[in-house]
């Protein structure tokens, strides 16, 4: 299967994205619109995965189920543009508050997938959702637009970090599915 560690979005701080999504989508980029994420796929990626055959995915929830979760408040507090150089291709939400406690969750997370052979990710960790992706590569010059058109969005409600999750991605025509495999919640 195609998998990624996530943490799923509540109702509230989804909602104020989806509100996002709807400023982002009014401002032209290269004469198109962008591909707008669907509210139910909004996610905050720990470790992108690949494929994962059976055997992986039983002894990754095992390691994962010794992962502390430290309960943690974030929120998302402005716009971006990715990458953070040349041609835009996804704007995505930053995302502020205890971050410390989410950088030392996904360390914990790399170090349990390295154990069992996945790929380290070599940069350093940059928290954020996707809202949208360009169809075609959007010229640097209009982050600016994108930025004045959501100024007002910001900062966007707390929301509270207790778990995560090992999602399954499934690719199809209308865009990908998501499937939560396993919850891992913080400790009690």
Not at 34 to 54: D, R, Y
Not at 90 to 97: R, S
Request: charged residues 20%; glycine residues 6%.
């Amino acid at each position: 299967m195609r998998a990624f560690i996530a943490i799923a979005l509540a109702q509230r701080p989804r909602e104020h994205l989806r509100e996002v999504q709807k400023a982002i989508s009014l401002v032209p980029l290269s004469g198109s619109s962008p591909s707008i994420v669907p509210p139910e796929n909004l996610h905050l990626t720990l470790k992108f995965l690949g494929e994962v055959s059976p055997m992986q995915t039983d002894d990754l929830i095992a390691s994962l189920r010794g992962v502390t979760v430290l309960p943690m408040a974030m929120h998302a507090e402005g716009l971006d543009c990715l990458p953070p150089r040349g041609r835009i291709r996804v704007v995505a939400a930053n995302l502020a508050g205890e971050v410390g406690h989410l950088i030392a969750l996904v360390d914990q997370i790399e170090q349990c997938c390295r154990q069992l052979g996945f790929v380290t990710e070599e940069r350093p960790y940059r928290p954020h959702i996707t809202l949208a992706r360009a169809r075609s590569d959007v010229k640097r010059s209009l982050q600016e637009d994108l930025q004045t058109a959501t100024a007002s969005a910001w900062p966007g409600p707390d929301f509270q970090i207790t778990d995560f999750v090992l999602m399954q991605s499934t690719l199809k025509a209308g865009g990908a599915e998501y499937r939560v495999v396993e919850l891992f919640p913080s400790p009690k």
